[in-house]
């Protein structure tokens, strides 16, 4: 047969809705790339429509995190990974500044695909302590702007002002 050859698993992926995609950088303990497509066609919550209302459900993934109401704003300027993740609707659009180790970071030319001359935006993942990194849920992950020159390193601890993109299914800062 003559032609492209027809990349199967990338054919297995679908938009789950463009209002989901900003934010899933979490979905229920599975962590995708922010902007990126959920898996094969998701099962969905019983009385849940397919028009990207509803989370997609995972048979046998771990439930997620938290998705609280703001009763109260801490005292300190700088919230918590924790906080962050488990008030994520509650925050979304909201200015923030978040403290955290930096637990991964991608940028520079490890950003780059080797001989494509092009890039993915640069970001890093936070957590409260190092400890968290075995509990993926609890990584809060930072877009950051492409001409960013602040260098970041593993175990850093950093504060990190932007602006949330959140709801059930993930949260995401894009840093200022």
Same mark, same amino acid.
């Given at each position: 047969m ?5 990349d199967t @698993?990338?054919m297995? %992926?679908?938009?789950?809705? @463009?209002?989901?995609a900003? +934010? ?10 922010c902007g ?8 969905? +919550?019983?009385? @849940?429509?397919?028009g990207g209302?509803?989370?997609p459900?995972? &048979?046998? +993934? *771990?439930a997620?995190?938290?998705d609280? *109401?703001?009763? #109260?704003?801490? @005292? ?5 990974v924790?906080?962050v993740?488990? #008030?994520?609707s509650a925050?979304?659009q909201s200015?923030?500044t978040?403290?955290?180790?930096v637990?991964?970071t991608l940028s ?6 080797t001989?494509?001359?092009m890039?993915a935006?640069?970001?890093?993942k936070?957590v409260?302590?190092?400890t968290?990194m075995?509990?993926p849920?609890?990584?809060?992950t ?9 260098? %970041? ?14 709801? &059930?299914?993930?949260?995401?800062? #894009?840093a200022?």
């Open positions: 003559s032609g492209p050859k027809s @698993a990338a297995r %992926f679908r938009p789950i809705g @463009a209002s989901l900003t +934010a899933l950088c979490i979905t229920s303990g599975i962590q995708l790339a990126q497509t959920s898996p094969g066609p998701p099962d969905l +919550a019983e009385g @849940a429509s397919a209302a509803a989370s459900v995972v &048979p046998g +993934a *771990p997620g995190p938290p609280q *109401p703001i009763v #109260h704003m801490p @005292a300190s300027a700088a919230l918590t924790t906080y993740v488990e #008030h994520r925050l979304s200015r923030v978040v403290s955290g180790i637990a991964w520079g030319n490890g950003a780059c695909a001989g494509t001359g890039c935006q640069p970001r890093i936070l409260d302590a190092l968290d075995r509990q849920v609890y990584e809060l930072v877009l950051l702007r492409a001409d960013a020159d602040a260098e %970041f390193t593993v175990g850093q601890r950093v504060e990190i002002s932007g602006r949330v993109s959140g709801g &059930p299914s993930g949260v995401v800062i #894009h200022d």
